[in-house]
């Protein structure tokens, strides 16, 4: 038996971030039923913006995942929600998530339980092309209404790109958030109560800056946290951090983190090699995580993972991406709507990376990975060609060349992360073990499927 | 009726069967050790006596990797009169079906055997390993004990793989063994056709024939293609000149020699075992080494 070299303990946190998981879709099944305006959108949607309503929202990612994630335990059931979405013509290589959400409407049936939620109106950031279209379709299908914001990221901050642009675009979202509440109140017939408004962008801000924290303090050795376990914390800001209860948790989870990296508690006792991933994972398949740690492997996040939920701010001095300063950290004072719609536009265009990605690969998005193989001192990355998102899988083999320019081993392989038909299991492990092999590492231990 | 019996000839079908070392008794054997490859279009199952090739099984794959598994090891005991399944001490299951052969000790990557089987068959000078199969097309970095340092696969398709070549093989109507020698009765060396896809290809080649190309021209292209195809994935790697095909494709020269003038240097063939056994072989050496190993606790 080979000796760890950590002690490792479960995360106190865990239990906290399932209940909170699990009110949010219990809230949004009720919704109606008491009174709550409910509304559908994408993860990147300024989910802060119904805050001025007593509301639930469905966000439509993590949804389409939970659907693929019953490709693992029921097949057969899986299979009816992408049959019924691809009979009425979305066809293979669109969005994944998308697909899923879309058969789950037509089915009249909520992943969770019961009839699929009925939704006042959808309102939807065009950070992605797709995500647009997604729900022009969902509200052409259900017949509710739909507001689309046009939203333009800041370029990467390599670019040089000029304040004058940054101003205008910051101006442009400003602008049609400002229209969106006034939609909203008449879709829903209710006012917009501003105080809430500007609680829930300031909870927003300091959720994806305390997520950028948590990703921060996993560059220590031993990491802290694994990425699986970071792909089931991340979600509560991409469906909920406007909340207050969402805040809450991450302010305990940082403290939790941080006394991990105190008291050297790993992610895993035996932390052989740190590697990064790119791209969601196959939400279906984790396993391929248990298959890495049984070679002592962690993989410390991802440019996806630290972004989804992330507010990173670029630090011109070191050339490295920081936790984003809140504009409570920096003393700001928002007290009127247009004060908080600039709050939001502002940190939205400046600190998310993924939707930056999404719009602008290139070397922007290489400098961002190249910085995260320094900084969590990465010995190597496996890349998730993701045939099922457009934009995550935006210039991936560009980044893969760099990779490899770099020296750092790098592996790819195919898949989908919400469309179990486009991943090869078998084939995919096959690399992996195989990439193990060459990075010079032993399984330490037996791979138990379903473990 | 002279038209149907064209039809059902198969030409793709590669050469099937089994065959046993005519000068080895396997009851002289301290270890008898498999290695079954389950592959997506072929299967092997080699045994070893004392980690020497003394039989194999060579067959095409079906849908059920188990059933495949079973009837490529029967198919290699049958070419050994006496000897049972349990008379083999390690049997070692790779290929894309590795997890399902039934009768496998251990399952073990088709990169790493088919690097060890490669040292096997050409010695330990081996450095890189083109392994082009049914499907799969993997270009291997190895030290001189044939472990792996560094792997490149292609992604997802059947242009520029073995499938690849039946698909033309059929659609030319030209037996599979006969690919390679045919491709150099041309006059000049054509373009490449597309290696994008295998259905582009296959319908650019219908295209050319209609424009007048004759069969060899065609399949000139297409093995032209398929050396392009390959030399962009082995490039990635460190490519050393002590190079060396494996699977069924290293069987077609068409393939072979004008992968050399991409390479620009001979690739070794000096080799009397058949190539598409490599993967099968490393499989029955990793057995042995394991069995040897089980043995010492």
């Known amino acids: ?451 | 009726m002279a038209e149907m019996e064209e039809q059902t000839i198969e030409y793709w079908r590669w050469d099937e069967g089994n065959w046993k070392n005519p000068d080895m008794d396997f009851k002289d054997a301290e270890i008898l050790t498999a290695g079954i490859d389950v592959g997506s279009v072929s299967s092997q199952a080699v045994i070893m006596a004392d980690g020497e090739l003394f039989a194999y099984g060579n067959t095409r794959s079906g849908y059920n990797s188990r059933d495949s598994a079973s009837n490529v090891m029967n198919m290699a005991l049958e070419a050994v009169p006496g000897l049972k399944l349990e008379d083999i001490h390690y049997v070692v299951g790779t290929g894309y079906g590795r997890v399902r052969v039934p009768f496998a000790n251990k399952a073990i990557t088709e990169i790493a055997c088919h690097a060890r089987g490669a040292n096997y068959m050409y010695g330990p000078k081996v450095r890189t390993i083109m392994d082009m199969g049914g499907q799969d097309l993997k270009a291997i970095s190895c030290d001189e004990r044939g472990k792996v340092l560094n792997f490149v696969m292609n992604e997802k398709c059947a242009a520029g793989t073995g499938r690849g070549m039946e698909v033309m093989a059929d659609l030319l109507k030209v037996p599979i063994q006969k690919v390679g020698e045919m491709s150099f009765q041309v006059e000049k060396e054509p373009p490449p056709v597309s290696t994008t896809c295998v259905l582009f290809a296959k319908t650019e080649a219908l295209g050319l024939l209609k424009n007048g190309w004759s069969v060899p021209k065609v399949l000139a292209a297409y093995c032209s293609a398929m050396a392009h195809r390959i030399y962009g994935v082995v490039k990635t790697v460190d490519v050393k000149k002590e190079f060396v095909i494996t699977g069924g494709c290293a069987k077609n020269s068409g393939i072979i020699n004008r992968l050399e003038k991409e390479l620009g240097f001979e690739i070794y063939k000096d080799t009397k075992v058949d190539t598409q056994l490599a993967g099968a072989i490393g499989a029955a050496l990793f057995g042995k080494a394991l069995y040897e190993k089980s043995k010492k606790k």
């Open chain 1, 1 to 451: 038996m080979v000796e760890k070299k950590y002690k490792t303990a479960p995360l106190k946190s865990w239990d906290k971030a399932k209940e909170i998981r699990l009110n949010i879709y219990k809230e949004i099944a009720e919704a109606k039923s008491k009174g709550k305006v409910l509304l559908g959108g994408g993860a990147e949607s300024l989910i802060a913006l119904p805050t001025g309503f007593d509301y639930a929202m469905l966000v439509g990612e993590p949804y389409g995942a939970a659907i693929s994630y019953l490709a693992k335990s029921d097949p057969d059931e899986y299979m009816k929600y992408v049959e019924a979405s691809e009979h009425a013509g979305y066809p293979r290589d669109l969005c994944a998530y998308m697909r899923n959400y879309i058969g789950s409407i037509l089915r009249d049936k909520y992943v969770f339980g019961g009839p699929f939620p009925k939704i006042d109106f959808y309102l939807q950031a065009g950070f992605c092309d797709t995500h647009s279209k997604w729900y022009q379709a969902v509200s052409d299908i259900t017949g509710r209404p739909y507001f689309s914001l046009d939203l333009v990221p800041f370029d990467w901050e390599i670019e040089g790109e000029s304040e004058k642009t940054k101003d205008l675009k910051r101006k442009y979202i400003v602008d049609q958030i400002h229209e969106a509440i006034a939609w909203m109140e008449k879709q829903t017939g209710r006012e917009f109560n501003d105080e809430t408004f500007i609680q829930g962008v300031l909870n927003e801000c300091e959720s994806t800056s305390l997520w950028a924290k948590v990703c921060i303090a996993n560059r220590a050795i031993p990491a802290p946290l694994d990425e699986k376990t970071m792909l089931s914390l991340y979600v509560l800001a991409v469906i909920g951090r406007p909340r207050n209860d969402v805040v809450e948790f991450y302010r305990e989870l940082l403290d939790e983190v941080e006394d991990r990296v105190a008291n050297q508690i790993a992610a895993n006792p035996y932390e052989t090699a740190r590697i990064i991933t790119d791209s969601q994972p196959p939400w279906f398949a984790l396993d391929l995580f248990r298959l890495l740690e049984t070679y002592g492997v962690v993989s410390v996040g991802a440019h996806y993972t630290f972004g989804l939920s992330g507010g990173w701010e670029y630090d011109e001095e070191n050339k490295t991406w920081e936790a984003g300063k809140t504009p409570q950290e920096k003393g700001v004072e928002v007290k009127t709507r247009d004060e908080a719609a600039n709050v939001l536009a502002d940190w939205w265009l400046r600190t998310g990376t993924v939707c930056r990605g999404v719009r602008h690969s290139g070397a922007g998005k290489i400098q961002r990975i190249m910085d995260m193989v320094d900084r969590w001192k990465v010995d190597g990355a496996i890349v998730h060609l993701n045939r099922g998102c457009e934009g995550t899988s935006l210039g991936q083999m560009d980044i893969v060349s760099s990779l490899l320019e770099r020296g750092l081993p790098t592996m790819t392989y195919e898949g989908n992360h919400a469309d179990p038909r486009e991943y090869d299991e078998n084939r995919t492990f096959a690399r992996i073990e195989s990439f193990m092999e060459t990075m010079g590492l032993k399984q330490l231990y037996e791979f138990k499927k379903g473990e």
